[in-house]
C-alpha cells in the first residue's frame, strides 16, 4: 500500500463534532476513490473525483458527508456532525484511471 | 445493477492444503473482476484482476481465479496454503460508465482465511 497516503490511521471524535480525513494519492494519480467497510462488511463506495471535480458521489450520504479533491493538495473527506453510525473504517485508492486503483491502509473513525 | 457474493464468509485450511474462496457475480455487461487480500489494519492489496482476455488469471503469492461466464463465477485458487495467506479476501466487480470506462468497484462482503498449521 505504498504510496497512498491516509491519516489520520485513527481519529476519534465525540457526536456532533467534525471529522476530517484526508488521503494523499500515489504521485501521477489523479483520480481519488473513497470507500467504507462497516464491521463484517465488504467495502462501499461513496464518492470518485478527480482533480477538482465529483464525478459520481452515489455512494454519499445526502446529509452530513462531503468530498474534496483539490488542484493542490489531498483529498478530503468530510463529516459534520458524527453520529455513532459514522464508526467505520474509511479507504481511499488513486489511480491513473479504471477502477484497480492503490488503496490506502485507512482511516478508522471511532465515535464516542 | 452490478452485485457480487462470496460463498463462505469464512474458510479454514491446513497448511498445504488447497485454498478455495468462491465467487459469484451479477452483471448485465462483460465485467471487469478482481480479487483482492486485506490484512489486519491494513488497505486492500490486489492479487489479481480479470479485463476480458485469458480467462485464467494468474496473480501474486500463487493465487489464480478462473472466469466462468457460463456460471458468472470468479472463483480465487492456491494449490498450497501458506500460513503468511491468512487474511481477508473480497472479491470485487467494476462498473462500466456511460463512456465505456470502468471505475468504481463493488465488493462482496469478503471471506476470512484461517490456515492451520
Known amino acids: 500500500n505504498a504510496g497512498v497516503m491516509q491519516n489520520p490511521r485513527h481519529l476519534v471524535r465525540r457526536r456532533g463534532q467534525e471529522a476530517r480525513l484526508r488521503c494523499s494519492p500515489m504521485?501521477?494519480?489523479?483520480?481519488v476513490y473513497w470507500y467504507r467497510q462497516l464491521p463484517e462488511e465488504g467495502l462501499k463506495f461513496m464518492v470518485y473525483?478527480?482533480?477538482?471535480?465529483?464525478?459520481?458521489e452515489s455512494g454519499m450520504p445526502k446529509e452530513r458527508f462531503s468530498a474534496e479533491f483539490p488542484k493542490e493538495g489531498p483529498s478530503i473527506l468530510r463529516i459534520q456532525q458524527v453520529v455513532r453510525g459514522d464508526s467505520a473504517a474509511y479507504f481511499c485508492?488513486?489511480?491513473?484511471?479504471?477502477?484497480?486503483?492503490?488503496f490506502g491502509d485507512g482511516t478508522r473513525l471511532s465515535i464516542l | 445493477a452490478q452485485s457480487v457474493t462470496q460463498l463462505g464468509s469464512h474458510v479454514s485450511v491446513s497448511e498445504g492444503a488447497l485454498v478455495l474462496l468462491r465467487c459469484n457475480y451479477s452483471?448485465?455487461?462483460?465485467?471487469?473482476l478482481f480479487w483482492y487480500v486485506q490484512y489486519p489494519n491494513q488497505g486492500l492489496q490486489l492479487l489479481l484482476k480479470y479485463t476480458s482476455a485469458a480467462t485464467l488469471v494468474k496473480g501474486i503469492n500463487g493465487f489464480e481465479a478462473e472466469f466462468k461466464k457460463s456460471e458468472t463465477s470468479f472463483h480465487l485458487t492456491k494449490p498450497s496454503a501458506h500460513m503468511s495467506d491468512a487474511a481477508e479476501y473480497f472479491c470485487a466487480v467494476s462498473e462500466v460508465n456511460s463512456g465505456g470506462s470502468n471505475y468504481k468497484l463493488t465488493f462482496g462482503k469478503g471471506t476470512l482465511l484461517t490456515v492451520n498449521p
Open positions: 485508492a488513486s489511480s491513473k484511471g479504471g477502477a484497480a486503483g492503490i
Open positions: 473525483l478527480q482533480k477538482e471535480n465529483i464525478i459520481d
Open positions: 504521485k501521477g494519480h489523479s483520480h
Open positions: 452483471s448485465s455487461v462483460p465485467p471487469y
